[in-house]
């Protein structure tokens, strides 16, 4: 199968530093996507990365290295409406997306 | 720029009725998902259309599910005889083009229904 691994929860406070990591198995992968998902809504786009390396959108940043099957998503400046899940998904093939159960992070004051 | 539309939002129905969900692409988006997600646990790939074609259905239980894309109209997921264990949020994602190993390969989500089976 495809297991996607991501931690359960992380807690940080406001203006912090959160870095969520990610693996993944590498059989027809074909990308690295990161969802944000409030409860009770839609998976909103954040990133994707298809070569090693890091992308940077604003205070979110998202990294890469298919060698290792590895990625994590880094967001900075942390907000209290960051609060949410964050989906790590790796596209298999044509069309499909594996998803991870979701990290849900806990902002406090 | 309207983004990708179900409906309905919240669906009840009673173990044996059927259920359809509705869902329409973001404007531009040819290739159209579906996804399930149970409560508290991650979305799972049901089937993936573009018009008039199943691509890849490998994700959807063998019986009592079917979905479809026509040339008109919007992709219906359909579930027969609904059971307990049907209930769940169920999103629907499109993209603009596929393959291209870039941002247009993006699956842009709608708000999802949610299913309750009585």
């Known amino acids: 199968g495809q297991n996607i691994d991501q931690p359960t929860e992380m807690t940080a406070t406001e203006g912090a530093i959160v870095q969520i990591n990610c693996t993944y198995q590498?059989?027809?992968?074909?990308?690295l996507f990161w969802y944000q998902q409030h409860a009770g809504e839609a998976p909103t786009f954040l990133s994707y990365?298809?070569?090693?390396g890091l992308e940077e959108k604003g205070r979110f940043s998202s990294f890469l290295s298919r060698s290792k099957g590895y990625s994590y998503l880094l967001l900075k400046e942390l907000q209290m409406k960051d609060s949410a899940s964050y989906l790590c998904a790796s596209a298999v093939g044509w069309g499909k997306l594996q998803f991870g159960a979701g990290t849900q992070v806990v902002v406090t004051p | 720029n309207a983004g990708v539309m179900q409906n309905p939002r919240h669906l009840v129905r009673r173990r044996g009725q059927e259920a359809r969900l509705r869902c329409s692409p973001m404007?531009?988006?040819?290739?159209v998902y579906w996804y399930r997600q149970l409560p508290e646990e991650g979305l799972k790939f049901m089937v993936y259309l573009q018009k008039e074609n199943i691509i890849d259905e490998s994700g959807m239980p063998k019986e009592r599910f079917s979905a479809e894309f026509p040339k008109e109209g919007p992709s219906i997921l359909r579930i027969q005889q609904v059971v307990r264990g049907d209930s769940a949020a169920y999103f629907c994602?499109?993209?603009?083009?596929?393959?291209?190993?870039?941002?247009?390969?993006?699956?842009?989500f709608g708000p999802g229904t949610r299913l309750t089976v009585l």
């Open positions: 990365n298809v070569l090693d």
């Open positions: 994602a499109s993209s603009q083009l596929i393959g291209t190993s870039g941002e247009k390969d993006t699956q842009y």
């Open positions: 404007k531009g988006h040819s290739h």
């Open positions: 590498t059989s027809g992968f074909n990308g």
